[in-house]
């Protein structure tokens, strides 16, 4: 087989051959995405979507290549004045302060407790990996019992509670709530992003 | 064959089929995350079989991750931990299941926590489909919404319909607060639960016609 | 099974029946998986390909100019996927193909030695330039002529001749230990079985 270098080639070729099965999981997931878009129907203006082989002279082809260039441009500018409108108040990080594993864009959210007689308030949640040992998330006592910390929370959908005393946990009065009979102690969820932020 | 070229084979065969044993048995500790650390070792080796298991079947991670370490956080013991975390692998399955190979994390954890809060699965395909009628791509929202309904004491049909009815009308991420916000507010004020959920759906779905 | 070609499915579900389109992934899921698994190097990966391709293939389905050939059409936007993910993820380290695969055929050697030879095809296939290893596939294991290769790429006849020559020779080096051990072996246990036969 050494002085046949080809028959050897093949031989890999049909090792690499052999059946690759995959599970009804997988068409599952394909017919679950597919049945989530919009259906094909017997549209008359979907004929205008067939590809069509088209022939220009060069010169016709430069000033529509020209054209589509001065409209990709000026659409480009309007989008980027849009995007810097909707900037405030967004802090676009690399990676997660706190130490997790968490890149993405992150928005600015203020979490607020009243507790009069409390020494020390902490927020913890899934966006510091429920370590309430940063900074970052202690709150300051504000006055009259009012406490908060704004920090900076990454986009997504986030359970989280207060620690007040390092023993007391406290779901935020303030937003949904989540049932947590897993571990016997209150949460509370927030979601993060897509315009507003829904406390 | 000869006695040697037998023994090759043997020992060949059985560092094979060992390496295979090893990575059956111990899949989760290869590259398990760091922050499980945290966890004592028999916990530890069992999420991380769930979270290897998530991966493979293209389950979000992360939160089975972060409710390992919730528990942990809170002081639960090993075996609570393990039976919450095998727990919302289950309802993250379903939960991606009803809403198509395309949902993001935030919607499938959300969708999770709504699974869990007692939403039937129909619901939640129902809602990714008046969802999109409506010209919204996410359900993240309507489905946080139901969860705090529920967790409220709304009854589950009524939080289903009223849920549905705010997504059939294509509420705004705001609109979606100031609901939750007035509806919090009516029953610290004394409001039947059920009552106020209606009652301030019907506003909400009422102020969204002809936008 | 149904009998239908590919071309009246395709209408099907342009008429609006998506369940039809099930038929369709049925029948590439197979083929085009045990592709994307050679190439990507794991099954994650390769499944994420594969999903992607056929809800891309759905979303343009009116595009489609041929839906006679829907399966190389499918397969060009399958190439494509690979190409992109490959790129964005890099290799990840492999993992045990071997369980993925029917060893059932696996008549000539010891089940242990087919399983360590598909190992080692599978670690000189990751070594592979990703342009030498597409070519390699292409051409060896879908067992496609060049110039359909050259459609499927948008490379030209000569440079994927090239990529297939250098995919060769490499292959032939990484794996030029195991196969001179492996035809021993085999040609020994040959000459054995054919010793032991009646006369």
């Known amino acids: 087989m050494r002085n046949h270098p080809e028959r050897w080639i093949h031989r890999v070729a049909a090792e690499l051959r052999r059946p690759v099965r995959l599970d009804d999981e997988f068409d599952r997931g394909v017919m679950d995405a597919v049945r989530a878009m919009p259906r094909h129907g017997h ?4 004929r205008m979507l067939r590809a069509r ?3 220009v002279s060069p010169i016709v082809s430069g000033i529509a290549a020209a054209i589509l260039f001065a409209v990709a441009l000026s659409a480009g500018h309007f989008i980027g004045a849009l995007r810097a409108n909707r900037a405030s108040g967004r802090v676009d990080v690399a990676t997660d302060r706190s130490g997790g594993t968490k890149p993405g864009v992150r928005h600015s959210v203020q979490f607020v407790l009243v507790a009069p007689t409390a020494r020390k308030v902490q927020v913890v949640g899934d966006f510091n990996d429920w370590d309430a040992s940063h900074q970052e998330y202690v709150a300051q006592h504000r006055g009259g019992g009012v406490w908060s910390v704004t920090a900076a929370i990454p986009e997504g959908h986030h359970r989280y509670s207060f620690v007040v005393d390092d023993s007391l946990w406290v779901a935020d009065p303030a937003a949904p709530r989540v049932l947590d009979d897993d571990y016997g102690l209150p949460n509370s969820a927030i979601v993060v992003g897509g315009g507003d932020v829904a406390q | 064959m000869s006695r040697s070229l037998r023994a090759t084979v043997v020992l ?3 560092s094979c089929g060992g390496q295979l044993v090893a990575w059956r048995v111990a899949p989760a500790q290869r590259g398990s995350d760091a922050r499980l650390a945290r966890l004592d070792s028999t916990t530890r080796l069992v999420v991380a079989a769930v979270v290897d298991s998530a991966r493979r079947t293209r389950v979000p991670t992360e939160p089975l991750i972060d409710k390992a370490l919730e528990g942990a956080r809170k002081g639960a013991d090993g075996t609570r931990i393990v039976s919450a975390v095998r727990g919302l ?3 993250l399955r379903s939960a991606r299941a009803a809403l198509g190979t395309g949902a993001a994390t935030d919607e499938i954890t959300a969708g999770a926590n709504a699974l869990h809060a007692g939403m039937p699965m129909r ?3 129902q809602l990714r489909s008046v969802s999109q009628h409506a010209g919204r791509a996410k359900v993240t929202l309507p489905l946080t919404v139901y969860t705090d309904l529920i967790a409220r004491k709304v009854p589950s049909a009524v939080a289903s319909d009223v849920v549905l009815s705010l997504a059939r009308a294509g509420l705004r991420d705001g609109d979606y607060a100031m609901f ?13 639960a059920a009552t106020a959920a209606q009652t301030r759906a019907r506003g909400a779905t009422l102020r969204n016609v002809g936008r | 099974m149904d009998q239908s070609t590919d071309a009246q499915i395709v209408a099907r579900v342009l008429r609006g029946d998506v369940e039809q389109y099930a038929e369709l992934v049925k029948r590439y899921r197979d083929r085009y998986a045990r592709y994307a698994l050679h190439m990507l190097g794991n099954r994650e990966d390769a499944e994420e390909a594969l999903q992607d391709a056929f809800t891309r293939a759905y979303r343009s389905l009116a595009r489609c100019e041929d839906p006679e050939r829907f399966g190389a059409w499918l397969f060009r936007i399958l190439v494509n996927r690979c190409r992109t993910l490959g790129a964005r993820r890099g290799r990840r380290a492999r993992t045990f193909v071997s369980d993925d695969v029917a060893l059932h055929d696996a008549a000539e050697d010891h089940p242990a030695e087919q399983t360590a030879w598909r190992e080692e095809i599978d ?3 990751s070594r592979l330039r990703p342009e030498q290893r597409e070519a390699f596939l292409l051409k060896y294991v879908e067992d496609l002529g060049y110039d359909e290769m050259s459609r499927l790429t948008g490379a030209g006849v000569s440079a994927l001749k090239m990529r297939v020559m250098r995919a060769c020779e490499r292959l032939r080096e990484l794996l030029s230990d195991v196969r001179d051990d492996r035809e021993v072996r085999v040609e020994r246990r040959r000459a054995e079985v054919n010793d032991a036969k009646p006369s």
């Open chain 3, 123 to 125: 670690r000189a296939l």
């Open chain 2, 12 to 14: 060949l065969g059985l």
């Open chain 2, 180 to 192: 939750q916000r007035n509806v919090r507010l009516d029953i610290e004020n004394g409001a039947d």
């Open chain 1, 43 to 46: 549209r008359p203006w979907t």
């Open chain 1, 53 to 55: 082989t088209i022939t």
């Open chain 2, 123 to 125: 619901t939640l395909t």
């Open chain 2, 89 to 91: 692998y289950a309802e």
